[in-house]
C-alpha cells in the first residue's frame, strides 16, 4: 500500500506565496512521477506541475514562471512553491503519486488534497 500526504494550503493574498509539501511512503520501490492537480468549484481537475522521476519537469501555461516544482534529493517528497498567487489559483490542490511498487507493477496514488484559497 502506498499513502500519500499533502500539506501547506491557506488563505493567502493575491500576490502572496504558499509551499505546497506531498509525502510518499508504503511500498515504493521507484518513483515514475509525482505531480500536483488542482480542482477549483465546478471545474475538472487539471495537472498543475509534474516531474518525473530523472527530473524532468512541466507546467501549466497559466503558472509557468510563477510555480516551481522540485523533489528533495533521494526521498519520496514533493514541494509545489507558488509565487504572486491570484485569485483563479483558488482550488483544492492535489497530489498523485505515480509509482512501482515492485520490478512488474506501477500504480497512481492520490493524496487527500489541500485548500489554496487566494483572496483580499
Known amino acids: 500500500q502506498v499513502h500519500v500526504v499533502e500539506s501547506g494550503g491557506g488563505l493567502v493574498q493575491p500576490g502572496g506565496s504558499l509551499r505546497l509539501s506531498c509525502a510518499a511512503s508504503?511500498?515504493?520501490?521507484?518513483?515514475?512521477?509525482m505531480g500536483w492537480y488542482r480542482q477549483g468549484p465546478g471545474e475538472e481537475r487539471e495537472l498543475v506541475a509534474r516531474?518525473?522521476?530523472?527530473?524532468?519537469?512541466n507546467y501549466l501555461d497559466s503558472v509557468e514562471g510563477r510555480f516551481i516544482i522540485s523533489r528533495a534529493h533521494g526521498k519520496n517528497t514533493m514541494f509545489l512553491q507558488m509565487n504572486n498567487l491570484k485569485p483563479e489559483d483558488t482550488a483544492v490542490y492535489y497530489c498523485?503519486?505515480?509509482?512501482?511498487?515492485?520490478?512488474?507493477?506501477?500504480?497512481?496514488?492520490w493524496g487527500q488534497g489541500t485548500q489554496v484559497t487566494v483572496s483580499s
Open positions: 516531474v518525473t522521476g530523472n527530473g524532468r519537469t
Open positions: 498523485k503519486a505515480s509509482v512501482y511498487t515492485d520490478r512488474q507493477h506501477s500504480g497512481d496514488y
Open positions: 508504503g511500498s515504493i520501490f521507484s518513483i515514475i512521477a
